[in-house]
């Protein structure tokens, strides 16, 4: 018991970050919350929504193309975003293969360092027909 006493205290101290939401509804919320908080709105506006779209807006339609099916349906998901701008979790309403595709590469994606960590950009896509 001394031993694991003894670990605790000489391990190196770490930032401590919210935790995460439990749930798409609660990261939905938290989502909404950063597009509008004066401390983030700035950053969701001008840094992050430019960011997504320049990297993602071709990746979406190379998803659809590959698709049999290209399902036309709106979802939604919210990405947490660490205080280095990679991405934690990703939350999700429901899972079209479109999603999948585009999860895919957004588990492994960094984004400029948002202002607050965690950071929840939530995104809603609708398809033009």
Known sequence: MAMLTALAIA????TAQAPLADSFVEAQELGR?????????EYHR?????????R???HLRECQA???????????????????GK???LWSDRSPPVYACLRGRLLFER????PRAPFYLYVHM???T
């Open 66 to 84: 590959a698709l049999p099916q290209p399902d036309q349906t709106p979802f939604s998901f919210v990405a947490a975003l660490d205080g280095e």
């Open 111 to 114: 984004f400029q360092p948002p």
């Open 33 to 41: 919350r950063d597009e509008k908080d004066p401390l983030t709105l």
């Open 87 to 89: 991405v934690l979790k």
């Open 126 to 128: 609708r398809f033009a």
């Open 11 to 14: 391990a190196p101290s770490v």
């Open 46 to 54: 001008s840094v992050l929504l430019p960011q997504f779209g320049a």
């Open 56 to 58: 993602y807006r071709a």
